[in-house]
């Protein structure tokens, strides 16, 4: 898939816990590796309810985890 | 904040790609036997024709075994196996497969409509043998779109691998 407007810091936020892996991310969210992955790469955007997920596992809210990469509107 | 670690490593294939990759390998093999069963047997083909049920049936239980594997590994690894970007592709390879198939609809129709008009005024016969003939054309269709589906799956899981 294309890359999304969607930007993240999942791998910032990994790092700062413990070094979470991609595979136990994905196993407290009910996802799979790759699809983490795809997040991380920005080549796939969430959907609200896994963002939601993510940024309970690190205890955020979801703007912090997710930002919107706004374009301006001709 | 920006992201500044290293390169993300790829990652291996997700169960569900490989469920579209045996899906396309094998959608095109019989539609390939299919094709060669319909339309003829190269004479390259000939030393294997009294052999050629048994290569399809051979290579059905091939598949159906191999998908089975597949099912019963992701079902004991306890970890999720789809999720809902593997919906999404899935998905999106629904739509494109449904757009080639009726695309080949369409020209499948028009061919009929066309031919089957033009012939019948020259031989009423024809009309009688087409039946046959449509079967044929509407098995190579689904094909066209099963397999359509397929790649466009692999493509959308490669884009992100």
């Known amino acids: ?74 | 904040m920006q992201d500044s670690y290293s390169p993300l490593p790829p990652t291996p294939m997700s169960r569900q790609e490989v469920y579209a990759w045996s899906s396309t390998l094998s959608s095109i093999v019989f539609a390939l036997v299919y094709l060669l069963f319909v339309f003829g047997i190269p004479s390259l083909f000939e030393p294997i024709r009294e052999n050629f049920i048994q290569a399809v049936v051979i290579l059905v239980i091939v598949d159906v075994v191999f998908q089975t594997i597949i099912s019963i590994q992701s079902s004991q690894g306890g970890r999720v196996d789809r999720d809902e970007r593997d919906v999404r592709i899935a998905a999106i390879g629904f739509k494109i497969g449904y757009y080639v198939f009726m695309v080949a609809v369409l020209i499948l129709i028009g061919h009929l409509f066309v031919y089957g008009f033009i012939n019948s005024l020259a031989d009423p016969v024809y009309v009688g043998r087409m039946d046959a003939m449509i079967v044929h054309y509407l098995v190579a269709v689904f094909f066209v779109g099963t397999t359509a589906k397929s790649v466009a799956q692999v493509v959308l899981y490669r884009k992100d691998a």
Not at chain 1, 27 to 39: E, H, L, P
């Open chain 1, 1 to 74: 898939m294309e890359k999304t407007a969607i930007r993240n810091t999942i791998r910032h936020l990994r790092f700062h816990h413990d070094e979470m892996t991609q595979q136990e991310l994905a196993d407290r969210i009910g996802a799979t590796r790759q699809t983490i992955y795809a997040i991380e790469a920005a080549k796939y955007a969430p959907s609200l309810e896994l963002a939601f997920r993510i940024a309970r596992v690190f205890g955020k809210k979801v703007e912090d985890v997710f930002q919107y990469d706004e374009k301006p509107i001709a």
